[in-house]
């Protein structure tokens, strides 16, 4: 099969480090990816199903991974070489039409009993993601025995596929992973009614963040940061009320919350920090300089949830302690408490949001995956390219049709 | 009586032929040189400086001693025991602030000469500055004089007026148009209110004088708002403006309600830039410059290059203009205005025949609203747009869809401290529409009754946060009838934020017209300041 693999490499690693900070998703070039011919993954158990990639999305985190700025903290958490891909519509052998929910939790890890977290449904908090009877791997797209969805084939779990309706074309699936993640990001937001809510940054996750917290809360205002024109659209389009530059969201989150400002400078009418200010701030960039503006602009007690995966920053956290801000992160999802005290898996939660708010017009643009540098560069550069996803698009691979008949 | 000097030419309309000389624009903290097609391009040259009054302090006396309308002179509406409010103007007027001794001051020294006199205790002065910022203790000291500021301020009798004060303001009335009239307590409750002006353009004085200076945005929001801007043609001239209409139901609530006022209207001459000095060639014809001028605007132009932005501006802002006073009449309002309209007329009024395709105007670095601060764009927009379309009388100097062409550098630079609300107009107002209506609508009131804004305004030195909205209104007639407006020289981006084309160069920008106008459009450059009004027929 056809497969981008990513490799341990360290002199590649550190040339795909260089490579991306010259230019965004430079890293593909020179670093630890390479098409290669490989062998379809052979299942790891009985449970065990193969699936034939439709559709396989660019994540910001297969970015930074690809670009050498992922934090060390997943080295452990990894199992090399694996095939990137966990943002996955295809289909099953026998031709059902799936989504993947990569997170690699205790039950695909034929790990009984479960942890606390998986026998909760929260499937992303796994206690036990480096043991059982896989390798390494926080999801389906960075474990060795799996391989990922930037492939003609991988192996999943039963339990981590969703059958899709006939209604959701493949764009449209394709965007119900990140969904997911954004649905998972604004319950946990535990947005009040008549709440003023922040979203930083109108990537992908930002503007599914939107999109969700129309869906699922009651915000009086949302407020978005966003550096594009057409992230500016999509995010007024998908709720925000007010879309401003990265530069301007103290002024307009100070004013949507109508409190007053502090200023540093001395200047009366600076506004350096707020001394009220938002309910809630989701953090989707998770760069020192996003956080800090979320800092400065939380009401004391507010929440700000992380949505965007941060690496290393470097933070005044002075505020943070002063005014008891709540700094939670958001990774994935699960099973999901709604307001009104019911509980719902959050893939079904999202798919229903992708059909409602249209969110498969996303997609900007596919890619065969021989031309997976064009791909990446296209991915990492998206804003200013004036796209939102990126995805592979398997469908029209010869290997795929073969893999389909079943022949060798 | 006369200065001496030889008799002022009027204004004048120069057609541009090959023989002209590159006419200077004014380009905020500096100049360009612009050589304007021949054969289809004319200028329009203000008039030279009228003579000012010999004696200034015996034509303040003698007018306040001779009031015009149904008003008794000064000193027989002064007793003792009366309550005495003395309101002026603002930071706003003149362009350029004048030299020592400014014209208020001579006004209030005699006005409080006469108080005192008349045995007059009660008397407390007010800066009219309605929504404007506050002045600072330097320019309250410039405007009213140290002798003023000392005997007043320090026991709080001269103040800014505090139009968001709940206790400071009462409403006075409505006029049938519905319009409430908001005013100042402490002049409503005076036994008499004397309004010291001065009226550098026709816009100002009259009954706009007390029902806008003393009044705030529960009176203020009947009058500068889009639907009176679209029917103000234009503001400058009153006979044809709803904005000085609504003042002046205003003004007959205010009387009505028992408010005495003695207005006292002032106007000045053009000698913005000096008839000698480093400035004077600004106020001359280019092909009339002496090669001492040639040399003195070479000079300046080089001087200016090597200077950053803010040296430039702190250089500009330190002018001082050497205004004359070209008369002094007071008593009732309405008489007092109609006089003072025909003497700024008789300054400013320039004959102009038809109408232009495109209409040029170099934008200066100051504007009423950015004196000792930046010319943020918003400000330039008003500047043009607002203020320098509006000069006419009659039609419109440009056709309509026609095409204005402003020069600007129109930095992206907001004053933290005098325009916060600029700042977030800019950065939100604008980002979502540049329709002044819509703006009206959606936008408005939150900045309005944003309490941050109220808070700086009447503790700091904050326009209030309802005033870019007033400015951006400003210009709502001119965005309303041209089909394009550009800006030569700007921040682009900025320039776009606002919704007008940007353009490097006077050439490109004329190049670009022509999509709008057809080839070889009719150009009129408006070369203001010195301050000239188009009478055009």
């Given amino acids: 099969m056809k497969a981008l693999q990513f490799r341990r490499n360290l002199p590649r690693y550190a040339a795909a480090r260089l490579a991306g900070s010259l230019t965004p998703g430079g890293g593909a070039g020179v670093g630890p990816l390479r098409l290669a011919d490989l062998e379809p993954p052979a299942p790891p158990g009985p449970d065990w199903v193969r699936v034939l990639p439709r559709l396989s999305g660019i994540c910001g985190s297969d970015l930074a991974t690809i670009d050498g700025r992922s934090a060390r903290y997943f080295e452990p958490l990894v199992s090399f070489p694996f095939v990137p891909g966990h943002e996955v519509v295809g289909d099953r052998e026998d031709g059902t039409r799936v989504v993947l929910e990569p997170v690699l939790g205790c039950v695909s890890r034929n790990l009984a009993p479960t942890c606390r977290s998986c026998a909760d ?28 969805g930037w492939a003609t084939a991988f192996s999943a779990h039963s339990s981590q596929l969703h059958p899709v309706d006939d209604a959701l074309d493949d764009e449209a699936a394709v965007m119900v992973e990140p969904t997911a993640c954004a649905v998972h990001a604004a319950l946990l937001a535990d947005i009040p009614d008549d709440a003023v809510v922040t979203v930083l940054g109108s990537g992908t996750l930002g503007l599914l963040t939107i999109a969700a917290a129309r869906a ?55 506004v350096d920090r707020l001394s009220g200010g938002a309910d809630v701030v989701v953090d989707c960039v998770g760069s020192s300089a996003s956080l800090t503006d979320a800092l400065a602009v939380t009401r004391p007690r507010g929440r ?23 700094l939670v992160g958001a990774y994935t999802y699960g099973t999901e408490t709604l307001p009104d005290g019911t509980t ?28 997976y540098r064009e791909a990446l560069e296209h991915a990492a550069a998206a804003g200013p390219r004036g796209a939102v996803k990126v995805a592979f698009d398997l469908r029209g691979e010869k290997e795929r049709e073969r893999l389909m008949e079943g022949t060798p | 009586m006369s200065n001496g000097h030889l008799a002022p030419r009027p204004g004048f309309v120069l057609d541009v032929d090959r023989t002209s000389p590159p006419i200077v624009f004014h380009h905020g903290e500096g100049f360009r040189l612009e050589k304007l097609p021949a054969d289809r391009s004319r200028v329009i040259y203000p008039a030279e400086p009228l003579e000012g009054l010999a004696d200034p302090d015996g034509a303040i006396q003698h007018a306040l001693h001779n009031p015009l309308g149904d008003s008794e002179p000064l000193p027989a509406l002064l007793r003792p025991g009366m309550k005495l409010t003395i309101a ?83 409403v006075l009335g409505q006029t049938p148009h519905g319009e409430d009239v908001q005013f100042s307590r402490r002049a409503a409750e005076s036994d008499l209110v004397v309004y010291v002006n001065i009226n550098l353009v026709s816009m100002d004085g009259g009954h706009k004088s007390t029902a806008t200076g003393l009044s705030g945005y529960t009176g203020l929001r009947h009058h500068h708002n889009v639907h009176t801007m679209h029917n103000s043609k234009s503001f400058m001239d009153r006979e044809n403006s709803a904005l000085h209409a609504s003042n002046w139901r205003m003004g007959k609530v205010i009387r009505d309600a028992g408010v005495k006022i003695f207005q006292i209207e002032t106007t000045v001459n053009n000698n913005t830039f000096g008839r000698e000095g480093p400035m004077a060639m600004l106020q001359k014809r280019e092909w009339e410059w002496s090669a001492k001028d040639r040399a003195a605007f070479l000079g300046m132009q080089q001087g200016l290059k090597l200077l950053p932005t803010s040296a430039k501006r702190k250089a500009f802002s330190s002018w001082l203009a050497p205004y004359e006073l070209t008369s002094v009449q007071a008593g009732e309002v309405e008489a007092v205005h109609e006089v003072t309209t025909a003497n700024v007329y008789r300054q400013h009024l320039v004959p102009v025949e038809g109408q232009t395709d495109v209409l040029t105007m170099g934008l200066p670095y100051i504007c009423p609203y950015n004196v000792n601060s930046i010319m943020n764009p918003i400000l330039v927009m008003c500047l043009g747009l607002g203020y320098f379309f509006n000069l006419y009388r009659g039609r419109p100097l440009v056709r309509e869809g026609g095409v204005v062409i402003m020069g600007h550098p ?26 002044p209506a819509e703006i009206e609508k959606k936008w408005e009131k939150q900045f309005a009754e944003d309490e941050w804004y109220i808070h700086l305004y009447r503790t700091s030195y904050a326009y209030h946060g309802v005033h870019p909205f007033y ?28 919704g007008f084309q940007p353009a490097s160069t006077l050439q ?27 009478d055009v027929t």
């Fill in chain 2, 88 to 170: 002026f103007d603002d930071i706003s007027l003149p362009l350029p602030p004048m030299r020592r001794p400014d014209i208020r001051q001579r006004i209030i020294e005699t006005v409080l000469d006469q108080a005192a006199e008349a045995g007059v205790d009660d008397v407390h002065l007010i800066a009219a500055l309605a929504i404007h910022r506050r002045m600072t203790e330097d320019e309250l000291r410039h405007a009213v004089g140290d002798r003023v500021y000392d005997a007043f301020a320090p026991s709080g009798r001269l103040y800014n007026h505090d139009a968001e004060d709940p206790d400071g303001m009462v």
């Fill in chain 1, 121 to 148: 449904g929260r499937l992303g908090n796994c206690e036990h993601t480096t043991f059982g009877d896989l390798e390494p791997g926080i999801q389906t797209g960075s474990c060795h025995d799996t391989g990922g």
């Fill in chain 1, 216 to 270: 699922f809360a009651a915000p009086r205002t949302i407020v978005a940061t966003a550096k594009y024109p057409t992230q500016r659209r999509l995010a007024a389009e998908l709720g925000a009320d007010l879309v401003v530059g990265p530069g301007e969201v103290r002024r307009a989150v100070r004013r949507a919350a109508g409190t007053r400002a502090v200023s540093t400078s001395g200047d009366d009418g600076a």
């Fill in chain 2, 471 to 498: 400015m951006w209104y400003w210009g709502a007639h001119a965005m309303q009838h041209v089909g394009r407006v550009m800006i030569v020289g700007g921040d682009t981006a900025a320039v776009r934020r606002m």
């Fill in chain 1, 344 to 371: 719902a898996r959050t893939f079904d939660l999202a798919t229903g949001l992708v059909q409602e708010a249209g969110l498969g017009r996303l997609v900007s643009a596919t890619y065969p995956l021989s031309r």
């Fill in chain 2, 508 to 534: 490109d920008a004329l190049e670009m017209a022509t999509d709008v106008v057809g080839p070889q459009p009719t150009i009129t450059h408006l070369k203001n300041p010195p301050i000239l009004m188009a």
């Fill in chain 1, 304 to 326: 700000i949830v992380l949505v965007g995966m941060p690496g290393s920053v470097s933070l005044e956290l002075t505020p943070l302690w002063h005014r008891e801000v709540e």
């Fill in chain 2, 410 to 435: 129109t930095p992206w630079e907001f004053h933290p401290v005098h325009h916060p609300s600029y700042i977030d107009f800019f950065e939100q107002v604008l980002a979502d529409t540049t329709d």
